[in-house]
């Protein structure tokens, strides 16, 4: 079972989960221990969470992580005369382990995402442009909150401006401050999946994350990397009308393993009009179930129901919603 101790080893998070699997994901019969099964509770929140507060280690490393920034708190060349990105990112602590996201501006018309693109008509030829032309845009056109200049990467068409938001008030779904034609998207979607729902992630940022992986990670304080989360979908069957009224809930699809929370690896067609949750989620360990007796522990198994690949977690506390797509009015 996970536990909240030091931070698992860490997946390499530029594997592609859908041709490589992780050195985290192990062969199911590698082991002699026999597996353990859940108890029948629809929901494990409250004992979950008890858990989570008891645990001093836990509480710690939420309070402390670095974020690799390229060339943090320098400033590029003035006047800037090409075109100017702004990458926007957050820190959430609200999970298991602390996580980096980053926003992305969606084009329906592309079914794309990608960085913000500052106007032409805001000239950076200075310091105090980038701290408040720039800032300010963010605030009055983009989202409201805490914005502060970071750093900047510069290539040979283009000027990315790293900026830090931190809300004025954080709420673990939706942020009402923000516009529905921007979406937050951690880094397993941007380079292992390249999709936010059904947007492709422009190349821009991929080339951006390519040339700088190292921002995709948080590290502890003794410089070793959180788990990065894995991205998965949860079909609400229990019909609400109300997100704060939606959760996840144990199922037993498959018998051998028991009562467990099931996720679609990939987005679902939704061909029967439900609720679908957004949901990322921390692996710890995890194996690939082919059918045959388990023999060891894990925390988080891939498999396949009705040729549909699917994920399975073990406790409650791995996941994290971060975003809903309600059929009724298309609101993510």
């Not at 809300?167 to 979406?183: A, G, H, Q, T």
């Not at 994920?311 to 996941?319: C, F, K, M």
Request: charged share 25%; proline share 5%; aromatic share 12%.
């Amino acid at each position: 079972m996970l536990k909240h101790k030091k931070p698992p080893a860490i997946i390499d998070i530029f594997d592609n989960i859908h041709k490589i699997l992780p050195n985290e994901i192990i062969d199911v019969s590698s082991t002699d221990t026999e597996t353990d099964t859940e108890t029948d509770t629809e929901t494990d929140t409250e004992t979950d969470t008890e858990k989570c507060c008891d645990d001093k280690n836990n509480i710690s490393i939420q309070n402390k992580y670095v974020v690799s920034i390229p060339n943090e708190n320098e400033t590029p060349n003035f006047p800037i005369k090409k075109p100017i990105m702004l990458c926007i990112y957050q820190v959430r602590t609200d999970g298991l382990y602390p996580f980096i996201e980053f926003l992305l501006l969606k084009n329906s018309e592309k079914t794309t995402v990608s960085f913000i693109t500052l106007p032409s008509f805001i000239e950076i030829n200075g310091v105090k442009k980038i701290k408040y032309a720039i800032l300010t845009y963010i605030e009055k056109e983009v989202i409201k909150g805490n914005v502060s200049y970071s750093g900047f990467y510069e290539n040979s068409d283009k000027v990315f401006i790293v900026l830090k938001y931190s809300p004025l008030k954080f709420e673990s779904v939706k942020n009402d401050e923000l516009p529905n034609n921007y979406i937050w998207s951690i880094s397993s979607e941007i380079f292992n999946l390249k999709k936010i729902w059904n947007y492709n992630v422009h190349t821009t940022v991929i080339d951006f994350f390519v040339s700088n992986p190292y921002f995709l990670t948080l590290k502890n304080i003794d410089g070793s990397p959180y788990e990065c989360p894995m991205i998965g979908y949860y079909i609400v069957h229990h019909c609400r009308n109300n997100i704060d009224e939606m959760d996840i809930y144990r199922e037993t699809i498959i018998p051998e393993l028991g009562k467990s929370y099931y996720l679609y690896v990939d987005n679902p067609n939704n061909p029967d009009n439900k609720n679908i949750m957004r949901i990322a989620f921390f692996q710890g360990k995890m194996i690939v179930y082919n059918g045959k007796k388990i023999y060891n522990n894990y925390d988080s198994l891939m498999c396949e129901i009705d040729t549909t690949k699917r994920y399975l977690i073990t406790d409650y506390n791995q996941h994290i919603v971060l975003s809903y797509y309600l059929f009724t009015n298309k609101i993510l």
